[in-house]
């Protein structure tokens, strides 16, 4: 598996690519740097990697600890963390819902002691509208976001497929339990070849 350093230029190697390709498909500048700006904050900051003490979590700063209940809840590299698609759209929900908390009780402060008129079905209301008017954009920074957490598993399953092919040759890629049992001598025959040798002596 690849380390954090090489993860990071990875992303950073490849950002310009990510750019130009989404560039030359959309024309649009606007959503380029979405595209490219989810690419950017998502492999640095918003990765796989989240479930682990990672450079990635390292990076949150003093707001890391809002990760560890989802370090807590998912096992590393877990389909749910690590899987396409899935693993952008939990981690996407998992910060809105924090970020949701804070909303809230922002709001009932406010109205609480400064008198604020908001209402919860006028919040509802403005992030529909935010929605609607704004699906074009908020596609594009996910399709960033998923782009970004994309090259990391990916090179870490390149990197793992790399170092079974140098192990045990192509066939150890193509079936890695089976090679592995393969490899793998039981315990019983080892102290049997312990003993055979030491009766020789």
């Known amino acids: 598996m690849p380390s954090g350093r090489t993860h990071d230029r990875i992303t950073l190697w490849t950002l310009p690519v990510v750019a130009g390709l989404t560039f030359a498909q959309t024309r649009s500048g606007n959503l380029t740097l979405l595209v490219a700006g989810g690419f950017f904050f998502s492999g640095l900051m918003f990765g796989p990697d989240l479930d682990i003490y990672s450079r990635q979590f390292q990076r949150w700063g003093w707001l890391r600890w809002i990760w560890l209940p ?3 809840s998912l096992r590393h590299r877990s389909f749910l963390s690590h899987g396409p698609l899935i693993g952008s759209a939990l981690r996407l929900l998992y910060l809105a819902g924090c ?6 009780l922002g709001l009932l402060a406010g109205q609480q002691f400064w008198g604020w008129s908001w209402t919860w079905d006028m919040v509802a209301d403005f992030l529909l509208q935010l929605l609607k008017l704004y699906y074009a954009e908020w596609i594009a920074l996910y399709i960033g976001l998923e782009l970004g957490s994309m090259s990391h598993y990916l090179s870490d399953w390149g990197g793992s497929a790399y170092k079974r092919i140098k192990k045990y040759g192509l066939m150890g890629w193509l079936f890695p339990a089976a090679s592995s ?3 793998r001598r039981p ?3 080892n102290k049997r070849r312990q003993t055979k040798g030491k009766s020789k002596i």
């Open 70 to 72: 989802y370090q807590n």
């Open 99 to 104: 970020v949701g908390i804070v909303v809230m």
């Open 181 to 183: 049992k393969k490899r």
């Open 187 to 189: 315990a019983s025959e």
